[in-house]
């Protein structure tokens, strides 16, 4: 079995984990990040750190030669030339696994399906593009520099979240949700709440990369995500169970938000069109996503405990005060 697993990442969230889940699988792991975030592991004796950039191949190789790994897991790869510098790099490792994205898809199907929902599409401008629009384009043509590799003989293989939340999650999407639910007695839900975008445990992402760097087939991708996919006002009862709390969702749609100057569209988590992945490929490998009730009190815990509130991802409380004085003049 593999013993030392190189994270490239590591200290911030679905890196943070996945250096959990190989310790506490019985990995020693090295981490390579640039040192710009603190980092959780510096008192454990079980994790190496090596200062790097991952952009830059003469980091990726001085890395390799200093930790000769059995499992690379590439959790910073926005660009396609990183997949290809590393799996070029980490070739003779028994297992590189690179974290892509639900939305390197480029159809809307419901579910999503590796191997049968066509990819998005790359050209040479996005694949050096550092914009939010270009991000899904980027994730499937890293997709495709894993396939590439793995015809090469390279063990490497892929792991597509949707997006994950989790404690230490820094993009603050559902800490929006959390925020709110802890903060007011009523809060605004865009649409009729049945909106459908799948979501990921950050401890079943990392356990995911671990079982597929131990089990996962050459060349494969594996779509991870929970294994039931809540719409967004059953997570907003599931978030006020954890809270201990009860909230009042006040419903309203794009016209109802236009009367404030809001939309659908700025509030986290909605997805107008249902986003859903397939994830019996990964339950193969003996992979299980974690129930609910063990994912999110954790979830909220560390949320209580940080200076995260995901609020300008929304919508500002004045508006959506408004909004809920003008429905409920309108009732």
Known sequence: MPTHALVIGGTRFIGRHAVSEFLDAGYDVTILNRGDHDNPFADDDRVAHIEGDRTSESDLRRA??????????????????????????????????????G??????????????????????????DDSEGS??????????????????GVNAMAVRPPVVYGPHDYTERFAYWVDRV????????????????HLAYVDDVASALRIVAERGTAGEAYNVGDGHAPVLRE????????CETAVETVFA????????GLSTDEFPLYRGYPHLLDTTKLRGLGW????????????????RNADRTGRELGPEREAETRLIEILETVA
């Open 253 to 260: 749609s794009e016209r109802e938000l236009g009367t404030v």
């Open 235 to 242: 997570w907003v009862d599931l978030v006020a169970a954890a």
């Open 182 to 197: 802890e903060s007011h007695d009523r809060i605004v839900v865009p649409g009729d709440g049945s909106d459908l975008w």
């Open 288 to 303: 299980e996503p974690t129930p609910h009730a063990e994912t999110i009190p954790p979830t909220v815990a560390e949320h």
């Open 64 to 101: 390799g030669l200093r930790v000769d790994p059995d499992v690379v897991i590439d959790c910073v790869a926005y660009k396609p030339r990183d997949v290809h510098a590393a799996t070029e790099i980490f070739a003779d490792a028994d297992a590189y696994v690179y974290v892509s994205s």
């Open 135 to 152: 991000y899904g384009a980027r994730k499937a043509e890293g997709d495709r520099a894993v396939f590439a590799a793995a015809d090469r």
């Open 103 to 128: 939305a390197a898809y480029g159809e809307e199907r419901i579910p999503k399906r590796e191997g049968e929902t066509p990819l998005e599409s790359c050209s040479v401008e996005q694949a050096t």
